[in-house]
């Protein structure tokens, strides 16, 4: 018994506070992803859209998790229902619209606007009542 005890080397003494200060806490273990919701952009004309089509960059539809369908509110009053045309040639803070829908409603070109993924069930090109 005496022999391995000579083998093992005298193992520091250190604190178990000393010990948790290395193990970080849970709230660090589960980080959450942050995904935005919806942004506020810039409203553009584009006539070769039809009206119930939008142009959104690539990017953009991706931190708002768009699939196929988004909603864009205008002044909280007009809100329009559209499938997405996902582009990597549109500007980052603009979705392209068809004018001809937007000037029925009221709605001038470079208006600002919130736009969001849509999870409703109406059909597009349509304004949604407010």
Known sequence: MEEKEELMPDKPKVSISKLLEAVPPASALKVKEKRMREKRIRLRYDASLQPEQARI??????????????????AGRHRFVFHAIID???EYNNVHVNPDLME??????????????????EKAGVRLNV
Do not use: C, F, P, W
Request: proline fraction near 0%; aromatic fraction near 2%; glycine fraction near 8%.
């Open 104 to 121: 029925e409603h009221g709605v001038a070109d470079r208006s600002i606007a919130t736009v969001r993924a849509y999870q409703g069930t």
């Open 57 to 74: 960059n690539q990017q953009l539809a991706k931190e708002l998790g768009v699939k196929d369908m988004i909603e864009v509110v205008v």
């Open 88 to 90: 990597e040639d549109v």
